[in-house]
Structure formats: C-alpha cells, structure tokens
Nanobody, 122 residues
C-alpha cells in the first residue's frame, strides 16, 4: 500500500512536502515516484527514483523546484515542492513500479496511492 499525505492550500511561491508511507514492500528495491493530475488534464509523471536505473528523474516543468527523496528506515517517499506555481495545482499520487524488470522508464506504474490534493493560489 501507498499512503500519501501532506497536500494542502498554499500561496504561489510557497512550499509543501508530500509524504508517502509504503507498506507491504520495501520501496528501496523498486522504482517509486509521483504522478499528478490537474483538473481536465491527463495524469503526468512528476518525479521518479530508483536504485537500479539511476536518476532521480523530474518532469521539465518541476526541475529545479521539486526534490524527490526516500527515507529507507521509515520506508517513506517524499516530494519537497518549492516555488510552487498555480499550474502545480493537482491531485498528487504516490506510485510504484513492482513488475519484474520495471524501472522509472517503464511507463504506467503498477500501484497507485489514494492521492493528495495540492492547491496553489495566485
């Protein structure tokens, strides 16, 4: 399971840190990351990290502003979001790639958390 938290309402230029507590598997051994879906838009990959294929990886729209990290001891994934913009408003999903051989480049993730809402006001 993937349990995301940390979303909320923030003004433009502000910061939020999303957390994703993993259970039932050790996230250190898999590619894990974040997707988001804005109203009326398709889901898009935001960031991904994996011990096997390098990275971390970021969407161009968030490079330099977002940082993905893992706390192995807590089996928790984070997304530090700085300099937030109104266009970052979306539901953010914690995801994992669990099929054999999967990596951050494997397209659609196998598991999705329940999502946490991030709203950035202008």
């Amino acid at each position: 399971q993937l349990q995301a938290s940390g979303g909320g309402l923030v003004q433009s230029g502000g910061s939020l840190r999303l957390s994703c507590a993993a259970s039932g598997f050790t996230l250190e051994y898999y590619a894990v990351g974040w997707f988001r879906q804005a109203p009326g838009k398709e889901r898009e990959g935001v960031s991904c990290i994996s011990s096997s294929d390098g990275g971390p990886y970021y969407a161009d729209s968030v490079k330099g502003r977002f940082t993905i990290s893992r706390d192995i001891a807590k089996n928790t994934l984070y997304l530090q979001m700085n300099s937030l913009k109104p266009e970052d408003t979306a539901v953010y999903y914690c995801v994992s790639y669990r099929r054999v051989g999967a990596s951050c480049a494997s397209g659609v993730p196998d598991y999705w958390g329940q999502g946490t809402q991030v709203t950035v006001s202008s």
